[in-house]
């Protein structure tokens, strides 16, 4: 009876302490990076290795980021728009209401959940796959750190890449958030902008580009950690893409909060 | 330019797949028996294995709503419109959206990650072997159970996430618990429940159909599986996207429809 209790609450225990070590793994990481990032900024070895990466991540995602974001941005106009319809009889705060929603959160959270999906996932499986057909210690072997070769490159890059999107997609949602208003609710593009400035100033746009440069930290670490202890064959590189894309989003959701909730007290 | 004009043909692909494959599995789900154990078992164990992760985001997705709309109706001074506006927007709108991500993640990755595996390791190919329909056998029992799974995860969340966001607008906001409920029925009612339903219904249909096709058409090796979790979850999260806006639509014309009836009749 209690060795098959302790035995259930093992099969319960080892998928969470699995779970938890890859999140230690990732702390980890990140400190290695910030090392290496210090080593290449003195000494940089790999420019052109960190520039591809750039442009296959950030042109790679660029347009399923601006059709989604600006579907995101009719939809949620519309939505607020009915609702202020609803609660006061007027329209005259859509712009404030749409405008700071934006830039403050729609923006941001939506770009950054899709990197995950199109980023996150792929680094894993990419390093993943590397590490069950052993390139990776082939790697150690050759006497090259894989951290700096593999995980450097692609953190920066992302990084990089986040802000850029966050920027773009913000842009986009904004656009999307100026036509409903004009073409449904009677503004003038003038009449909103007028409105908008009142409500968004820069504190948005340093809110909007930190919450992308966090977000864009988080997706390459939770990725390479899960990538680099991804276990056995094809069916280890499936589970350990699934983990790091629900990691991920669960880490991108609460750091949201937490940063939201930084932001409506410092700024 | 180019670019985006592939991007658009291969897009245009997929779609195409994935409806072929929808119309497959319907077919297959209407002509053949169905396998009420083994849908059962899918959905007990989709349901648990993501039910803490569902509860903990629509905690904070309400969070973080209570924040933003704070934020803006305290300079209009109209916090008491806080506890309709976000229950009413969690419900019609950006709750739906984000717990649908995390499935995404959570049910749709898994689901193409196992059924990918299967396809690389040849399992797939020994059902068919062995004179059984693997789309009966491994893809209609999963395809049913996602989507009544992500119907009931997604209503959990919900409700966790008015009732979390109740929480949080007395903690961090200083908004009275009684005042922020009370507030609620001026903006939701009956048709708002039924389109979050709506909502619910079909984003669970897209986690369910695009992971049981990334995962079923998946080749080549572990890379291949890989690749195939990767464009699920790319995927689902792009059709979600484009489907919100599509229901909403659907759902301001019912509404509408409905409004005018009512009066018609009155």
Known sequence: MTTQLVAALEALGSPISEQLATLRYSFVLFFELIAESFRQLLRPSRAPEVIQQIVSIGIGSLPIITVSTAFAGFVVTNEIAWHMDRALHSVTMIPGLTGQFVLRELGIAVPALLLVAKVGASITAEVGSMKVTEQIDALKLLGIEPVGYLV????????????CLTLIASAMTLAAAISVACTRFGFSLLE???ALRHFVTYRDLVCALTKGIVFGAVIPIISCAYGFRCKGGAEGVGTATTNSVVTSTVAIILLDFILTFLFTRVL | MTAL??????????LGGVTRFFILILRTAFRTR???SRTCEQIVSVTLRSLPTVMFAGLFVG???????NLVLERYDAQSLLGGLNTSSVLREIGPLIISFLLAGKIGAYTAAELGTMRVTEQIDAIECLGTNPIQYLIVPRFVGIVISSVLLLILGLMVSIGGSMWVAQTLCGINMLQYATSIPQFTDGTTIAGGMFKSLCYGTIVGLVSCYKGYTATGGARGVGRAVTMAAVLTNFYIIIANFFSSMAIDIATETIRLIGEKFR
Do not use: M
Not at chain 1, 152 to 163: K, N
Not at chain 2, 5 to 14: H, P, R, T, V
Not at chain 2, 63 to 69: F, K, M
């Open chain 2, 63 to 69: 969070a973080i709503l209570v924040l933003q709309y």
């Open chain 2, 34 to 36: 169905g396998n009420l």
């Open chain 2, 5 to 14: 004009g592939s991007w658009f043909i291969s897009a245009l692909e997929e």
């Open chain 1, 152 to 163: 450097y490159p692609r953190f920066v890059a992302t990084v990089v890449a986040s802000a």
């Open chain 1, 192 to 194: 909103y902008l007028n």
